[in-house]
């Protein structure tokens, strides 16, 4: 199925690419990919279903060729950060670029088999427009606090929700607390409120984080931030959520997984140490 999904995914692009060398400006619409779900207005699909398959459509292309979308929620400033000129954001009403507008099909890991080349290009690309540089030796365990979704998800958004609406860790302080404790002393743990982080902070974060650790929920989507060798921690009540683990395995990160019987239950802290003190992928990190 994710094979299949990747055939729809590199003719689309190759039929945007041709098009694009005729007319030189078109007006894209992001489709979720065969089986997908979600919209770009939420980051995870705003960086798989938008900005990962619009990177591959652009690259190589005549610079003189320019994309058009229309508004995507909060994230606008943030495709033109990374896109530059090549892509305009059609304000609501204008007339669009094209008289046939182009899909998108996204990439959803969930439904399209992506490749470390594809998830490290993108990498580099977002680290160049930000200026990133590298980190010889990510000293960061951060731990993902759920927030209640911001206004705009819980009354403009085409698919509203969001957050700690849809999954949290009542006693995420206890677990924060007891991974504090547990790591070892030349590591530092961060309790990052993702919503209130400048997007800048936040790669500059990931790309010094050597475990991350949080619910099933976007914020583990910046595992691709960090570089391969550092390890995502998943605590999640449903094992058919693979999304996180497709991109750990393209990307040769060490994936994990912590089972709770719900989306809103408690997560006893000790022996979620004691099983990670366990896994051979955080040896070096707990002690």
Known sequence: MRRWGRLLV?????????RLATEGRLLLVPRPPLG??????????????????????????????????????????RIREIFGHRV???????????????PLVGMNPECVLSTASDLDGLRRLVFERYRIGHVDRPDLVVL????????FYRHS??????????????????????LAEAIRPDHRLLDLRLETMPFREQLETFARTALLVGQHGAGLANTI???RGQALLEISHARAWRQFEFLCQARGQPFLRYGTPGPHSIVDPAPLVAWARRQPALRELLR
């Not at 770009?40 to 938008?50: A, P, Q, R």
């Not at 993902?144 to 206004?151: A, E, F, G, K, S």
């Open 10 to 18: 590199d003719r689309n692009r190759e039929r945007i690419r041709s």
């Open 36 to 77: 997908g779900r979600g919209h770009v207005e939420h980051y995870y699909h705003f960086l798989f279903d938008l900005v990962l398959p619009l990177s591959q459509v652009m690259d190589g292309l005549d610079p003189s060729c320019r994309v058009v979308l229309r508004p995507v929620g909060l994230f606008d400033d």
């Open 88 to 102: 305009d954001i059609a304000s609501e009403g204008a007339p669009d670029a094209s008289a046939s507008p182009m």
């Open 144 to 151: 993902v606090r759920r927030l209640p979704p911001d206004d």
């Open 157 to 178: 958004a085409v698919i509203p929700g969001g957050g700690s609406w849809r999954r949290s860790i009542p006693n995420h302080d206890d677990l924060r607390s007891a």
């Open 225 to 227: 931030w960090m570089d």
